[in-house]
């Protein structure tokens, strides 16, 4: 079932731990492409030195004061794309960062399937074929670039640590506003059909 705009028009933090262990469906060249979400980062308002709105609303955070289940996509290193989505209600800009995923891929030969782990947002997006033309997408309609629940409910840890990169951010860089799960084995809904 796909996670409809309800499920991202509340609390950006709760948003990013429950996110955990849903997927992150991408539909490209006539392949269904399922990766099972494993790490999320917060970033929550004006008031967040690590929130790209901590400097008010321009054109490129534009999308992140819009309506919560949109896609807001930005460059870093001018080679990386990043995917958040947007959160919380709309002129309060929110969004969380998918970090990490795994996809379970199956070979086409007698050797057992294996696990591909996307350990980082640029690795996420490069495998999955996002760009900077889904910045604004809206992922609630299920077309091209989606989340949906497991269909069945993975049990794991949630580790909280401190968000990735973010040395210039002051006293935010120490909230513990990342997210990962442990011990969270990708189940049969997380292939390359």
């Not at 099972?36 to 929550?44: L, S, V």
């Not at 379970?104 to 996002?130: A, W």
């Amino acid at each position: 079932m796909k996670l409809n705009r309800k499920f991202y028009s509340r609390n950006t933090i709760k948003a990013a731990r429950d996110l955990l262990g849903c997927f992150l469906v991408r539909q490209y060249k006539g392949k269904i492409i399922k990766a099972m979400i494993t790490e999320t980062e917060a970033y929550r308002g004006e008031y967040d030195l690590a929130c790209h709105a901590s400097r008010g609303k321009t054109d490129r955070t534009e999308i992140m004061y819009g309506a919560p289940g949109h896609a807001y996509v930005y460059m870093v290193y001018g080679m990386h794309f990043m995917l958040n989505i947007v959160t919380e209600e709309k002129n309060f800009p929110a969004a969380v960062l998918i970090r990490g995923a795994e996809v379970l891929s199956e070979n086409r030969n007698p050797k057992p399937s294996f696990r591909l782990r996307l350990d980082g947002p640029g690795k996420l997006t490069k495998f999955l074929h996002v760009d900077k033309t889904f910045n604004g997408h809206n992922m609630t309609k299920g077309k091209k670039v989606w989340l949906e629940y497991p269909k069945t409910k993975r049990k794991f840890r949630i580790i909280k640590s401190p968000r990735i990169g973010i040395d210039y951010a002051k006293h935010c860089k120490s909230w513990k506003w990342n997210f990962k799960a442990v011990n969270c084995q990708p189940n049969e809904n997380a292939r390359v059909d």
